[in-house]
């Protein structure tokens, strides 16, 4: 797994002629007209990296901070029809694979096999894939070109108290380039969030505070030892980082992912009550995202190993007795 401590140093380890480029960032998607990510409307940019690795994750082509070829096989129109992309792979990792029954063609087709251990994502095979099956999980922008794509969306913040949204991944995994993006959008007067499992060097949360009009902060468990069995990493530094924000004048939305037989116990929803309202006034709201299942095909996708989780959505009963353990706190909570 890429630590973040590895995923910082991929970005400011710069030798003097690399430094004299234009700062860049590694973008996996950036979706206009979103709406769940901080008021009004808003642009979301998906930076990839990430330093945790949780079972439920629903973008796991965010995990990483390379580029990475996904195979969508429903896309795919077959090797009698089509097979470019065995040609173009030089390096073998293309090869006829299965036969498979497609339903939207009304016929069985060869589909093809990536072989993972060959391929270095080099991107040629999804260039060459009109179906677009193949394709690649990233691409690199400059500061740049992520704002002029942000000043098309500009008359849709003005109208509904929208801005930019800033998520990953980790987006503090890329803290230059994010730091460079908010300042960009706080010069336009544009409204911004960042996304943030909380896992970062307080030095870049400090950096990007005074850019930063709210912080939506991810709080998965409040015992340290089971974050690190399940998540990977240990939780006291996204603890510590929310009560600095907090100190700093910040404002959170905190999101709790409802994850069934790891976080929906009622200690830990209390738990996790008690350290919101000693947030105070930083918490302007607390989100509960249930878990669902619509990112195991992704994994799929990427071919990329690692737990995943597959387990049955919480009921709604249990959602609503979980937003009232919380609103009987004195906590203002909506459910996404």
């Not at 030798?15 to 998607?29: A, S």
């Amino acid at each position: 797994m890429t630590s973040f401590k590895e995923l910082n140093l991929r970005c400011n380890n710069m030798n003097n002629n690399e430094k004299k480029r234009p700062l860049t960032g590694k973008i996996y998607d950036i979706q206009g007209f979103s709406v769940q990510d901080g008021p009004g409307i808003r642009t979301t940019i998906f930076l990839k990296g990430c330093p945790l690795r949780c079972p439920w994750c629903h973008s796991p082509e965010s995990q990483q901070f390379y580029n990475q070829l996904s195979w969508m096989a429903m896309r795919c129109v077959g090797v009698a029809k089509c097979g470019v992309c065995l040609g173009v792979c030089t390096r073998g990792a293309i090869t006829p694979g299965t036969n498979t029954y497609a339903d939207a063609k009304q016929e069985e087709i060869q589909l093809v096999k990536v072989d993972r251990s060959l391929c270095n994502n080099c991107g040629d095979c999804a260039k060459a894939c009109s179906a677009e099956a193949l394709y690649i999980c990233g691409k690199d922008y400059t500061v740049d070109e992520v704002i002029e794509r942000i000043r098309q969306d500009i008359p849709f913040y003005n109208m509904s108290g929208g801005g930019v949204t800033i998520s990953g991944g980790e987006a503090l995994a890329q803290p230059e380039f994010t730091l460079q993006v908010l300042k960009s959008c706080k010069f336009m007067g544009i409204n911004t969030a960042l996304d943030t499992t909380g896992y970062a060097d307080f030095k870049y949360m400090e950096a990007v505070l005074p850019y930063t009009d709210l912080f939506l902060y991810d709080l998965k468990h409040m015992n340290s030892e089971m974050h690190q069995k399940v998540i990977g990493v240990p939780n006291e530094r996204i603890l510590d980082n929310a009560g600095k924000i907090a100190e700093y004048g910040g404002k959170m939305q905190i999101r709790i992912p409802v994850i069934p037989n790891f976080n929906d116990s009622k200690k830990n929803f209390a738990e996790t009550g008690e350290f919101c309202k000693q947030l105070g006034e930083a918490v302007t709201v607390i989100q509960l995202l249930p878990y669902h299942n619509l990112g195991v095909v992704k994994y799929e996708r990427l071919q990329q190993e690692g737990k995943v989780l597959e387990a049955k959505p919480p009921s709604e009963e249990k959602i609503k007795n979980l937003k009232q353990l919380l609103t009987e706190m004195g906590l203002t909570v909506v459910v996404h």
